[in-house]
Each structure stands twice: as structure tokens, then as C-alpha cells.
């Protein structure tokens, strides 16, 4: 019983593995913005992998505001919770709460019934680039990472890369710092995060969501880190918007390079 199991379970895993060392779209934090925009693009007909460093994908949901796990939502957002079938309570004055855990877990089970692979603990640590092109990412074990071992990576391509891994947005500032690449933003460089302004980071968050470079795109917090927004603090309005407007984004560029 335990070799069967164990063999199961390697056997399971590599199949999915291999099967996602190519895919349409590789998108790096497993947050809402990032896993709203892997169902859509999923739900497309597109093959989406994430990856996620830490062990439970799901982002800043599960703590809610400051450890009270209940977030805020606008009420214009509540078509998106009836379409995942997530609960929500009206606070009366344009806006409604919602359970962050039961938000979180339905995120991540619409994206992964729709056909999107998740990979949790995996780290990207890298961009792969070819032709002035984002054509992939180089991932590791984050704890390989954490440890400081000296393994080399392994590389998953992809025609598209979305950063989604909210406020440093990681991928972005390798690209900027590494690669030396121009980005698409009033200064070419990543312009860095704002305090708190709920209001403008709401809004801004959605305006933000853009392509960056040829091949790479971001959403979320690490949109707004990279055009210099505002950071909004325990409301997920934007972030769900965010993570819809970049699968749109992509789509349309996908389809027209294939064209």
C-alpha cells in the first residue's frame, strides 16, 4: 500500500507537470486578480499555468483586514461573486462584505475545475526572453530558494506572462532591473507603489492592468506598483476587475499573433 501510494502520487504530479512545461499562459502569484484571470483565460480554451510560492494559493484574501477575515466588495462586483457562488452580506451603503476564506477557496476551485493547473511552492526566479519577447519563466522549489541551495531551475514557456504577485510585483522588476527593458509606463522603470487611497487605488488598479513589454502583463497591486498607484488596503474590487480586464487583454493579443 505505501509504494502504491507514493508511486500514485509521482506518477500524478509528473503527468501534470509535463503536460504544463509549454502552455498559452504562465501567470506568476496565485492571488484574485491572478486567479480570476486563469479562469477566464482557462474558460477561453487557453492553457493556463500558475504558480504559486507560497503553500496555499489565494493571496491577501485569507486575512481579510488586519486577521478579520471578512473583505469588502463594491456592489457592482456582485455579479462576479454569483458567478463563483460566494456569499455576501449588504452593508447598506453601496458596498458588501463577504467570508475571506470562502472567497479564497472559491477563487481557487473555479480556476482549477475550469482546467487551470496550480502549482504551490513553486518560486519563479526568472524570466525567459527571446527576440525582445517574455517568452517564459524559470521556476525552482521556493524552498530551494528560501534555503539558499544552489539548484538550477527548470523552464516552463509560455506566449504570455502575467505577473500577479501583488505589491513588489517581482517579475516586473526583474524584467526592469535584469533585462535592462523598457517598460510601458510614464518612466520606463517600475514606478513604485503609493500610500493608501482607497478610492484611487480602486480605480487605478483596473486603469493600470496593462501589457508592460511584448509577452508580459500585470494585474493586481503589482499593476499599480509598476505605474506608481495607490495601494487600497482590505477591498477586492479592483483586483477582481484587474484580474478580468488582463484575461481580455491577452486573449486579444493571442488571437491576433495567431492570425
Request: aromatic content about 6%.
Amino acid at each position: 500500500m505505501e509504494e502504491q501510494i507514493s508511486k500514485s502520487i509521482i506518477k500524478s504530479f509528473f503527468a501534470k507537470l509535463e503536460d504544463s512545461l509549454s502552455v498559452d499562459v504562465a501567470i506568476v502569484g496565485a492571488g484574485p486578480s491572478g486567479l480570476i484571470a486563469a479562469k477566464e483565460l482557462a474558460k477561453a480554451g487557453r492553457k493556463v499555468a500558475v504558480f504559486e510560492s507560497k503553500l496555499a494559493p489565494g493571496g491577501g484574501i485569507w486575512g481579510g483586514g488586519m486577521l478579520f477575515n471578512e473583505i469588502v466588495l463594491q456592489e457592482n462586483i456582485i455579479p462576479i461573486l454569483d458567478e463563483y457562488s460566494i456569499r455576501h452580506t449588504s452593508t447598506g451603503d453601496g458596498y458588501v462584505t463577504a467570508d475571506a476564506v470562502e472567497v479564497a477557496s472559491a477563487l481557487i476551485y473555479g480556476a482549477v475545475h475550469e482546467g487551470v493547473r496550480i502549482f504551490n511552492t513553486v518560486r519563479v526566479e526568472d524570466l525567459a526572453m527571446r527576440d525582445e519577447k517574455v517568452c517564459g519563466v524559470v521556476i525552482n522549489w521556493n524552498p530551494v530558494a528560501r534555503l539558499e541551495m544552489h539548484v538550477d531551475p527548470l523552464v516552463i514557456t509560455s506566449h504570455a506572462v502575467l505577473d500577479g504577485t501583488g505589491h513588489p510585483s517581482e517579475l516586473i522588476n526583474l524584467a526592469s532591473s535584469k533585462a535592462g527593458i523598457t517598460l510601458d509606463t510614464p518612466t520606463g522603470r517600475v514606478m513604485g507603489e503609493k500610500p493608501m487611497w482607497m478610492e484611487n487605488g480602486e480605480s487605478s488598479t483596473v486603469i493600470n492592468t496593462k501589457r508592460l513589454y511584448p509577452g508580459l502583463y500585470a494585474s493586481g497591486m503589482a499593476a499599480n506598483n509598476a505605474m506608481g498607484g495607490f495601494r487600497m488596503g482590505p477591498i477586492f474590487g479592483g483586483m477582481f476587475l484587474s484580474g478580468k480586464k488582463v484575461a481580455g487583454l491577452i486573449l486579444d493579443d493571442l488571437q491576433a499573433a495567431s492570425a
